[in-house]
């Protein structure tokens, strides 16, 4: 079928689509203004851009001079011709130059076919006069010497190859213009590395010549093709990847690689050696020995990676055939290695992290739904299942695509749409490098519609319906990222679903075997038990089935990013058995992406939030976005407290009352878990949400003990207690392992008896004690006493004028200082209010603490520091009372308020972190020092918090390297892969901090 003009008359240049003004002038000094030059015109108006093709024409017509006539002849009679030349020139400014510039050159797309490989070697090697040398080419070798040198031969080599890039890409873009035959990408990606190795025969032929003269080449060099164009899949533009080995390896061997390398980058394209052992900083060439050593011992598995694309290309093909054979085998071993998993993951995180934030949505190799997304999954897969299957070793992406879909690795449909979306966009890279043979990989900016419009053209879209051929590409553009952009779920997980469902046994031919090395690459350690999860989640009967079938790809996706997909798939089955009578839960995780993506972090990092998300799914409905942002943040902890202390004490029995205020408690935890594991609550904003639903269970199990009592008794209570919160609850700092320390103070009633009023409150604070104290599957809710007068030998509860008689005459120094975080928290807040009061002179006295005093707590604190670290701890990682941990922290600003609280009223604060920066404002410590001690303290409670996190229970020493490391890392909100750096920050944020403590106690 071939394209008709439809019409005689001579078309406007409007209707043509030229714009240029001198459009007119141009196409009269052609004599295309002529009825005669309808087809030409109408033809020329199909160019990707029309006017710069006219423009082309002109300034080739005067290059040409007596020529024209005849190519003005072949275009009117060769519509093949006429499409190639017009596609060409309307496709690439940079080869129109190079037309113009070579006019014979225009013979060149005369040819129907393109040349084939031994021509093209033999026009490479005859622009610089290169002749084999004897008997290199009846081993099979590609060894020549050339004649031409110098600068002349990197000219001679340029437009030899730019003669052949313009032959190829004027037959790639013809079908523009014409209908002509489609070259499809496999084609031009296979010719343009078969140009490649051409030109760098060439190259090294002269390297030869420039080195050894005209003596015996004295060693055996090849080169490998890595890459892209070791696959053959090579584009327009592109750096070519290549590692050289010789015989012997030495200088001789590396200046004749190094003059290759300059001469091909200086003719034709970046020449990179940089994916040799050791990169560039290793030999630019190895014997074949060296190179195998290297792999064996010291190899990553990027490395491994990139040698799955490794062919032999030029230069002694013997050599280079034996070094495929031996490191080739090697690719198929690196998915046992057992670091292959988290060094994967490093590089998709790295390959995500090198596109700047405002090109993602652009960039076609590295953005999100990229050319990076198909080939680093298919490579993956290939890597492992190509162990067992040697049917999937094969190179080129597409090729590998079809041969994991032939092998049931990947499902029919989703192989063919990926190939497609794959050649799709891939075919839009070569373009834009086409127009200025420039390497680049960046969609035009939205905004540039002129830009967009020659991309849809040159690309062969056209209008469809209502959209121009700009909203055509715009919606491919949108339609196949997106579809890239869920790779994994499509080349992972799909197939795994159809291995455990069987529902197309005659297409299925991923074994069980298969699924579990699937797995274990994705990092499940033990694939088997996943296997079995997914089975049973992915066969739940009727609706939750075909919904679990619809959102586990995705699912399984998000989980495998966590740093124990184990634990995250077993905990995600456990919450859909405690949630099977809930149809709402897996229509939230299928129609919200954000909840379901939240959720898998979550259960994939947290074993403390899994465990109470069974007891209190409601919380999940938070995991969404609201209009002002994420859900979870926008619940004020005082409102969850007035609700929780409501629904208390509304209840009729003690024992009820704490099951409600255990439930309102647990769901609080939950959301400020989930949003800190999330990343979106800072330390400061967690501790104050703790230490708030704390005090409200406080407050509602007394008021409910409380009014029982005066419900049995049948009189009203004798006396108000108030509850004084101690330690990190007084602070409002409280992390998630944290005990309750409190005071219980009571005022007897004017007319009840002093005893009995005490006896009264002493069993109302037990009976607060034990009712929260009693066994439960949620977290602790321990309070402690142990900080009253007296210690463990001394009352629970005293009057107000006990504690104030007690500390006029008896308080110690660490009881002073205990004081300093007293706050009234729960119960009757004029009587808290009134001890706050009381016990100012005691911890802010007149002139400050005595000398003895801070002699004492000093003495204290070197004892502390000698023996209450657990036998076997690590001083230096233990973040309660290690070096420069949190009780350092809070020693050393409590001495401080002991010391200067007198003086500045700024210092009369019950907060760690707002006493520092009263500490900074008083100039008590330098803003650097106040600033490490700061840093410290939300440090070492972020990893306190996180271990608790992960561990489900409260745990203080960090872990040394390995997987638990890297659990807490993650959850402290560093990437998996950064478990390292996690500690090293660490441990230098906590040696500065010791330093300032040191300096404030004298040490």
Not at 225 to 238: D, I, P
Not at 318 to 325: F, G, H, P, T, V
Not at 331 to 357: G, N, Y
């Amino acid at each position: 079928m071939t394209r008709q003009s439809g019409r005689s008359a001579v078309p406007s240049t409007g209707r043509l689509g030229l714009l240029d003004t001198a459009a007119p002038q141009n196409l009269a000094e052609l004599g295309w203004n002529t009825p005669e030059s309808v087809d030409v015109l109408w033809a020329l108006s199909r160019a990707p851009d029309a006017d710069l093709a006219l423009r082309t024409l002109v300034r080739l017509r005067g290059a040409v001079e007596d020529e024209w006539s005849e190519i003005d002849s072949t275009l009117r009679t060769n519509r093949s011709f006429r499409g190639r030349l017009f596609g060409l020139i309307g496709s690439s400014d940079a080869l129109a130059d190079h037309l113009v510039a070579e006019p014979a050159s225009w013979r060149l797309l005369l040819a129907d076919e393109l040349l084939d490989r031994d021509e093209v070697d033999r026009r490479m090697l005859e622009a610089v006069g290169a002749e084999p040398e004897p008997g290199e080419i009846e081993k099979g070798n590609r060894v020549y010497r050339a004649k031409l040198t110098g600068p002349k031969s990197v000219v001679a080599l340029r437009r030899a190859y730019r003669d052949l890039i313009l032959q190829l890409a004027a037959h790639d873009v013809a079908s523009t213009v014409e209908d002509e035959p489609v070259m499809w990408l496999p084609e031009v990606g296979a010719y343009l590395s078969d140009l490649a190795d051409a030109a760098l025969t060439a190259a090294l032929a002269v390297a030869f010549a420039e080195v050894c003269g005209e003596d015996p080449i004295p060693v055996r060099i090849a080169v490998i093709a890595m890459g892209k164009c070791g696959a053959r899949e090579l584009n327009y533009v592109s750096d070519v990847d290549v590692i050289f080995v010789s015989d012997p390896a030495d200088g001789v061997a590396s200046r004749i690689a190094g003059e290759m390398m300059r001469i091909g980058s200086l003719a034709f394209f970046e020449v990179d050696a940089a994916l040799r052992p050791e990169g560039k900083s290793g030999a630019l060439t190895r014997t074949l020995e060296s190179h195998v050593a290297y792999y064996e011992r010291w190899a990553k598995t990027w490395e491994f990676q990139a040698l799955l694309k490794s062919r032999a290309m030029t230069g002694d093909m013997e050599l280079a055939n034996e070094y495929i054979a031996a490191v080739k085998p090697m690719v198929w071993k690196a998915a046992e290695r057992p670091d292959f998993v988290p060094e994967v993951q490093k590089m998709r995180r790295r390959v995500e992290s090198l596109v700047p934030e405002g090109e993602r949505e652009r960039n076609l190799k590295l953005g999100q739904g990229s050319l990076r997304d198909v080939e680093f999954a298919v490579q993956l897969l290939q890597m492992v299942h190509g162990r067992v299957d040697e049917n999937l070793r094969v190179m080129p992406t597409v090729d590998a695509l079809a041969a994991l879909t032939a092998g049931g690795y990947v499902g029919r449909d989703d192989g063919a749409n990926l190939s497609a979306s794959y050649q799709f966009l891939r075919l839009l890279e070569h373009r834009l490098q086409l127009q200025r043979m420039k390497r680049t990989h960046l969609l035009p900016k939205p905004e540039d519609t002129e830009a967009l419009r020659w991309l849809a053209r040159a690309a062969h879209i056209r209008r469809e319906g209502e959209l121009d051929a700009t909203g055509v590409l715009r919606e491919q553009i949108r339609h196949q990222t997106l579809r890239v952009r869920r790779l994994h779920q499509k080349l992972f997980y799909r197939p795994l679903l159809e291995a455990v469902t069987r529902f197309k046994p005659d297409e299925l031919t991923l074994s069980d075997e298969s699924a579990e090395r699937r797995l274990a690459a994705l990092g499940y350690a033990m694939p088997d038990r996943a296997l079995s999860h997914i089975r049973a989640l992915s066969n739940a009967p009727g609706r939750r089935g075909q919904i679990q079938l619809l959102i586990l790809p995705q699912l399984l996706e998000h989980i495998g990013d966590t740093p124990d997909p184990d634990a995250g798939l077993l905990n995600y089955r456990r919450l859909c058995e405690a949630l099977e009578d809930k149809d709402w839960f897996l229509r939230l995780l299928r129609d919200d992406g954000v909840v379901a993506e939240r959720l898998m972090k979550v259960l994939g990092t947290s074993e403390f939030i899994a465990n109470m998300l069974m007891r209190s799914p409601e919380v999940i409905h938070q995991y969404s976005d609201g209009p002002d942002g994420p859900k979870l943040c926008d619940i004020r902890p005082e409102d969850v407290a007035k609700g929780l202390i409501a629904s208390t004490v509304r209840q009729q029995d003690m024992k009820r009352a704490v099951a409600v205020a255990r439930s309102h408690r647990r769901a609080e935890l939950v959301r400020v878990a989930s949003a800190d594991v999330l990343g979106l609550m800072d330390v400061p904003t967690v501790c104050k949400a703790l230490s708030s639903v704390w005090a409200a269970v406080l407050n509602a199990a007394l008021t409910v003990a409380i009014r029982i009592s005066e419900r049995d008794r049948g009189k009203p209570a004798p006396a108000r207690i108030a509850v004084i919160g101690m330690g990190r609850l007084g602070g409002g700092e409280l992390g998630y392992g944290s005990d309750a320390d409190v005071l219980f103070v009571c005022q007897p009633n004017r007319d009840a008896d002093e005893s009995e009023a005490v006896r009264w409150s002493q069993t109302i604070a037990e009976t607060v004690r034990s009712a929260l104290g009693s066994p439960s599957a949620d977290p602790p809710l321990e309070v402690d006493t142990g900080l009253r007068p007296e210690g463990r030998n001394g009352p629970v509860v005293r009057t107000l004028a006990a504690y104030s008689a007690y500390y006029a005459q008896w308080a110690q120094a660490w009881e002073v200082q205990a004081l300093l975080r007293a706050h009234q928290v729960a119960g009757d807040e004029a009587l808290g209010i009134d001890f706050l009061h009381m016990i100012d002179h005691v911890r802010y006295p007149v002139g400050g603490v005595s000398n003895e005093a801070v002699k004492e707590i000093r003495r204290i604190k070197a004892r502390v520091d000698a023996e209450r670290l657990p036998r076997g701890a690590d001083p230096a990682t233990h973040t309660k009372l290690g070096r420069g941990g949190l009780a350092d922290i809070e020693w050393t600003v409590q001495l401080l308020q002991l010391r200067y609280a007198h003086r500045y009223r700024s210092l009369h604060n019950t907060s760690t972190l707002e006493s520092l920066d009263a500490i900074g404002a008083a100039e008590l410590l330098s803003e650097n020092d106040v600033a490490l001690l700061k840093n410290a303290w939300i440090t070492a409670t972020k990893a306190r918090n996180a271990l608790v996190l992960v561990r489900g229970k409260p745990v203080d020493q960090l872990p040394g390297p390995g997987k638990q490391l890297r659990q807490i890392a993650f959850a402290a909100g560093w990437p998996e892969d950064k478990a390292s750096d996690f500690l090293e920050n660490y441990l230098r944020v906590t040696r500065r901090a010791k330093a300032v403590v040191r300096k404030v106690f004298g040490a």
